[in-house]
């Protein structure tokens, strides 16, 4: 028996653009009383081939007329490949929408028993790939699939999945790399070390999402002035907090209480609905919810949880995220009623109120963050394995 274990050595979460590494390990693992092998009879185990490949999958539900042209089956895929038979997409559901090249581990691997022998798999992630999604109609997933097989037995696929994160706005490097190859070089100088694709995504993120750029909303209905709402900044990364204040002290129209909601917004891409009039799927995550009766200032603390995908657009779908604001006003006139106790003084509040809720969207950009911040808030297996 040929024990294949397969461990990403960087984590579950990548950002386009990056290196993924991989670390195979076949062994032959020692047994009380080894038994005769099939082709040799000192205990050795072989292993024809092995291979692996990087591919992401698209799989749509009812509600998504898939485009054939841009993408290929995965069943289709595995009979265009004639170079070899190594079929990576075979069983997958959906459709295949980035691979990259099959590179060969090893070929005729001989293993005595307790042998261990270990590759690493090494590939970058294209930076046009779009990101790890799992949406209403949509779906993009990644996997690292390992094909193997033994002499005269049927081909076994070991499927490391893992995450991928994309960064809008991400410049071209091989501008930036040309521009400094062709510059004179000075020999008494130090070369400083160029920038990695993963060192130019953090910087693009620490740029757009440290901006603090306060904007200020008047809220308002048919009758007047409800509240004055200040957002600190519009770009956020995975794990912050959206913070923002709330100003009653000037408003004209009483407001009862208010609710704040994070919101996701998936929109199918006009060529590929199946009906004409299909809206958009919207999904509620995170929620700020307070009674602002007789208040004069509040605040806005929402969390932006770690497992949810950054904005992104594809020929498919795009996702867009937004602040949902409920506010419940009422007509009635507040009269300060007060206890008969002077000591307490306490104001007693109205029985029943005639109510008006009003809503408002207000959009707001999300990016990703380090992958290893990802990493520890999914807790996401790294490890998989299989017995040949």
């Given at each position: 028996?040929?024990?294949?274990?397969?461990?990403?050595?960087?984590?579950?979460?990548?950002?386009a653009?990056e290196?993924v590494e991989?670390?195979?390990t076949?062994?032959?693992p020692?047994v009380?009383?080894?038994?005769?092998?099939?082709s040799?009879?000192?205990g050795l185990e072989s292993?024809a081939?092995?291979?692996?490949q990087?591919?992401?999958?698209?799989?749509?539900n009812?509600?998504v007329?898939h485009?054939?042209?841009n993408?290929?089956?995965?069943e289709?895929l595995s009979?265009t490949?004639?170079?070899t038979s190594?079929?990576?997409?075979?069983?997958?559901?959906?459709h295949?929408?980035m691979?990259?090249?099959?590179?060969?581990?090893?070929?005729?691997?001989?293993?005595?028993?307790g042998e261990?022998?270990?590759y690493i798999?090494?590939e970058?992630?294209?930076?046009?790939a779009?990101?790890?999604?799992?949406?209403?109609?949509?779906?993009?997933?990644?996997?690292i699939?390992?094909g193997?097989?033994?002499?005269?037995?049927p081909?076994?696929?070991?499927?490391?999945?893992?995450?991928?994160?994309?960064?809008?706005?991400?410049?071209?490097?091989?501008?930036?790399?040309?521009?400094?190859?062709?510059?004179?070089?000075?020999?008494?100088?130090?070369t400083?070390?160029?920038?990695t694709?993963?060192?130019?995504?953090?910087?693009?993120?620490q740029?757009?999402?440290a901006?603090?750029?306060?904007?200020?909303?008047?809220i308002t209905?048919?009758?007047?002035k409800?509240v004055?709402?200040?957002?600190?900044?519009?770009s956020?990364?995975?794990g912050?907090?959206?913070?923002g204040?709330f100003?009653f002290?000037?408003?004209?129209?009483?407001?009862?209480q208010f609710?704040v909601t994070l919101q996701?917004e998936?929109?199918i891409?006009a060529d590929s609905?199946?009906w004409?009039?299909?809206?958009?799927?919207?999904?509620?995550?995170?929620?700020?919810?307070e009674?602002?009766?007789s208040l004069?200032?509040?605040?806005?603390?929402l969390p932006?949880?770690?497992?949810?995908?950054?904005?992104f657009?594809?020929p498919l779908v795009?996702?867009k995220?937004?602040?949902h604001?409920?506010?419940v006003?009422?007509?009635?006139?507040?009269s300060?009623?007060?206890?008969?106790d002077?000591?307490?003084?306490?104001?007693q509040?109205?029985?029943?109120?005639d109510?008006?809720?009003?809503?408002?969207?207000?959009?707001?950009?999300?990016?990703?963050?380090?992958?290893?911040q990802v990493?520890q808030?999914?807790?996401?297996?790294?490890?998989y394995?299989?017995a040949?």
């Amino acid at each position: 028996m040929i024990e294949a274990v397969a461990s990403l050595l960087t984590g579950p979460v990548y950002l386009a653009g990056e290196n993924v590494e991989c670390s195979i390990t076949f062994s032959n693992p020692l047994v009380a009383r080894h038994t005769t092998s099939q082709s040799y009879s000192d205990g050795l185990e072989s292993l024809a081939w092995a291979s692996a490949q990087i591919h992401c999958q698209c799989s749509t539900n009812a509600k998504v007329a898939h485009p054939k042209s841009n993408t290929l089956a995965a069943e289709e895929l595995s009979i265009t490949n004639k170079d070899t038979s190594f079929a990576p997409c075979r069983g997958e559901n959906g459709h295949v929408v980035m691979s990259t090249k099959p590179k060969i581990l090893l070929c005729d691997l001989r293993l005595a028993p307790g042998e261990v022998k270990t590759y690493i798999y090494r590939e970058t992630l294209p930076s046009e790939a779009p990101p790890s999604y799992r949406g209403q109609a949509v779906k993009y997933s990644y996997k690292i699939t390992i094909g193997m097989q033994r002499v005269n037995s049927p081909i076994k696929l070991l499927r490391v999945p893992f995450r991928v994160l994309v960064v809008n706005g991400l410049p071209d490097l091989s501008v930036c790399g040309d521009s400094e190859d062709l510059a004179p070089s000075n020999p008494f100088l130090e070369t400083e070390e160029k920038e990695t694709p993963l060192d130019v995504s953090l910087q693009v993120l620490q740029n757009i999402t440290a901006r603090r750029t306060p904007n200020f909303y008047n809220i308002t209905n048919q009758r007047g002035k409800v509240v004055r709402f200040c957002l600190f900044k519009n770009s956020y990364k995975l794990g912050e907090d959206i913070t923002g204040t709330f100003d009653f002290s000037s408003t004209t129209v009483p407001c009862v209480q208010f609710s704040v909601t994070l919101q996701s917004e998936e929109e199918i891409a006009a060529d590929s609905r199946r009906w004409a009039k299909q809206s958009s799927a919207v999904i509620s995550y995170s929620k700020h919810h307070e009674v602002c009766l007789s208040l004069k200032y509040s605040q806005l603390i929402l969390p932006i949880p770690l497992h949810i995908t950054p904005a992104f657009t594809t020929p498919l779908v795009s996702l867009k995220w937004r602040l949902h604001f409920e506010f419940v006003t009422t007509t009635t006139p507040l009269s300060q009623q007060v206890s008969s106790d002077i000591k307490s003084n306490m104001w007693q509040g109205p029985g029943a109120l005639d109510i008006e809720t009003m809503v408002w969207n207000l959009p707001v950009n999300i990016y990703p963050t380090t992958p290893s911040q990802v990493a520890q808030g999914l807790q996401a297996q790294t490890k998989y394995s299989i017995a040949l």
